[in-house]
């Protein structure tokens, strides 16, 4: 079978765990656990990995059309196949809690994928081919027919049970495959629960009662949030995704719903991304308080806080478990050939024992933009967050770090680090009168000085016209673009005008993706967003516009964005989806909202 393109998948969610379902109606991915946990169906890294594929027979020959989109507000995904025996619908989901509305969504969410296929015209023969594989493709299980006319699979720690409102299931070895036809009128549901062999059992729902609730679990929620901007019928869907990878039961955001999806086609950047990155903290929470909730934004804010604990000496960490792990020390799994054969496939994240100055920036940033929700007196731990990181940053950020790239070569005086250390000190200077008697804003605000004035004279090369990645570099760097968006230094200041001129020239293809430095084989969405960002400060607002709407074109067919666009085919390459990129189309379009905004 040949390998679908990243764009060919779909994202279901239930805020607990997220699935990618293929245009032939293939769930290639899902850890039913939670995001980060372990696969039961992980063939969009290995064929034989596992899958659950509901189709016609013979998608993809001739006649057949595929049509797909997601019910308005949801992550409930409806795929129309039109073949020349008739057309039939299937309509994909991870089940809500029965009855959740709101910000219960996800809370308590049963882990039931809910299937339903229902015929629209004639009369056509569908295929179901069910291949778990716990384990990320480690287990074959165990199947046994039960007497409602269920399987039962077991395998490790793994319970499954796939069921159906239509005929009994017959079980193979180590798959069901079963065809049935579909007249028009006539609807077919299947639930796959998922159990824990020593816990909570599987619950069994029924299929379209369980649908219907999810959407109305959904609807409900997106109710509840309002977007004011410009560009709704893109910022929205967007929004959606960012609650869709959203862990609910911590308030968690995944920075994407998979691994090792390859950032180059035979490349080895590939990397685990169902993590949270406190390096993405201001710029999510921007985006939630634009466009999704401010509820949100606070239990994210808390998630953080938890996770931290008490500051010491060692640098906080950039990236979290979803329940606010720290060691998430890396290995690959070598039974996994990779996506299109792109290895390896590593599980876990070694960034998080990285040395990153960029952290306490992001977090401090998110504390001055709660401040007001935050009250005058900041609590005790709260307190004692500010002040950790405020000294954390005043110790250290002289030394060398990995950078906001996450590079696992040498350390280096990274531009973008240095940069937000002067916004932490510069935020913590402002918010000094809610922290107590061991604030000090006059050393705080004299290191703040210090490092501007380093990175004003470090940071820029004369012989390349621009601020580079790292001091003394003649390296270019994409990151260089959110200096004006974290107030560093104007836009439209000469120096800064000028490396945007000159990234736009060595950085940018013709249709305006930015690549993050020169040797970058893609081009990476965020930082084309942060262009955006950027002409809409210099006053350039009609070419803004049009590069965000090149840009939103990026996304696949309903809506989605990976990380990364090859620049030759304009193919989505890395994890998918991907927060940052939403994240980027949200702030931009707020940007070209409110040109003063944040």
């Known amino acids: 079978m040949e390998q679908p393109a990243i764009s060919d998948y779909g994202f279901l969610s239930d805020c607990r765990s997220g699935a990618l379902v293929s245009r032939d109606g293939s769930i290639d991915w899902w850890c039913p656990d939670r995001f980060d946990g372990s696969a039961i169906f992980a063939r969009v890294l290995g064929p034989q990995a596992g899958h659950f594929r509901l189709a016609p027979v013979g998608a993809g020959g001739p006649g057949h059309r595929v049509e797909r989109s997601y019910h308005p507000d949801t992550l409930v995904l409806r795929t129309v196949h039109h073949t020349p025996d008739g057309s039939v619908a299937v309509t994909d989901a991870l089940a809500a809690e029965i009855g959740a509305r709101a910000h219960q969504l996800g809370m308590d969410s049963p882990a039931v994928l809910i299937r339903v296929v229902e015929g629209l015209s004639g009369r056509v023969r569908m295929a179901l081919d069910y291949v778990p594989r716990p384990a990320h493709g480690l287990l074959t299980p165990y199947l046994h027919e039960q007497p409602d006319g269920s399987v039962l699979a077991t395998a490790g720690a793994v319970v499954l049970v796939l069921g159906t409102n239509g005929p009994p299931l017959e079980a193979g070895r180590d798959r069901v495959y079963q065809e049935f036809e579909v007249s028009g009128g006539q609807v077919v549901g ?224 990274y531009l973008s680090s240095k940069v937000n250390c002067w916004v932490a000190l510069d935020r913590a200077v402002k918010l000094a009168d809610r922290l107590g008697d061991r604030a000090d804003p006059r050393r705080w605000a004299a290191i703040r000085d ?58 940018s293809t013709e249709d305006g993706l930015i690549r993050r430095w020169n040797t970058d084989p893609a081009g990476f969405l965020l930082c084309s967003f942060w262009l955006v960002e950027c002409l809409v400060m210099t006053g350039e607002q009609q070419r803004a516009e049009e590069l965000f709407e090149r840009m939103a074109g990026y996304a696949n067919d309903v809506g989605l964005f990976s ?32 040109p003063s905004a944040f």
């Open 190 to 413: 299947f639930d796959l629960a998922y159990g824990e062999a020593y816990g909570k059992p599987p619950v069994r729902l029924d299929p379209l009662t369980t649908l219907a609730e999810t959407i109305q679990a959904w609807e409900a929620y997106r109710e509840t949030h309002q977007y004011p901007g410009r560009y709704p019928e893109l910022v929205r869907p967007s929004a959606t995704v960012l609650t869709g990878l959203t862990y609910a039961r911590s308030g968690a955001i995944a920075a994407a719903a998979t691994t090792s999806l390859p950032e180059q086609l035979g490349g080895e950047r590939n990397y685990d991304y169902r993590y949270s990155w406190l390096r993405d903290f201001s710029m999510t929470l921007r985006a939630l308080w634009v466009a999704a909730c401010p509820h949100e934004a606070s239990r994210l804010f808390a998630w953080v806080t938890r996770s931290i604990g008490r500051i010491g000496d060692k640098p906080v960490p950039v990236v979290f478990g979803l329940e606010g792990e720290r060691d998430l020390t890396e290995h690959d799994c070598p039974h996994l050939v990779g996506y299109a054969g792109t290895g390896p496939v590593r599980i876990g994240n070694d960034a998080w024992c990285q040395r990153q100055l960029d952290v306490p920036g992001e977090i401090m940033t998110s504390v001055w933009r709660l401040r007001d929700y935050l009250g005058n007196s900041f609590d005790g731990e709260l307190r004692e967050m500010v002040l950790g990181l405020t000294e954390q940053v005043a110790s250290t950020w002289h030394l060398p770090d990995r950078g906001m790239w996450e590079t696992r070569d040498e350390e280096r005086h």
């Open 450 to 507: 210090e490092i501007r004035e380093t990175v004003l004279r470090d940071g820029w090369n004369d012989r390349i016209g621009a601020f580079t990645g790292a001091f003394g570099s003649t390296e270019l760097d994409a990151s260089a673009l959110f200096l004006p968006v974290v107030h560093f230094l104007p836009a439209g200041e000469p120096r800064m005008r000028a490396t945007i001129a000159v990234i736009e020239r060595d950085l």
């Open 563 to 594: 990380e990364q666009i090859d620049l030759t085919t304009g193919a989505q390459l890395g994890n998918t989806p991907q927060a940052l990129s939403h994240i980027g189309l949200i702030n931009a379009a707020w940007r070209l909202t409110d």
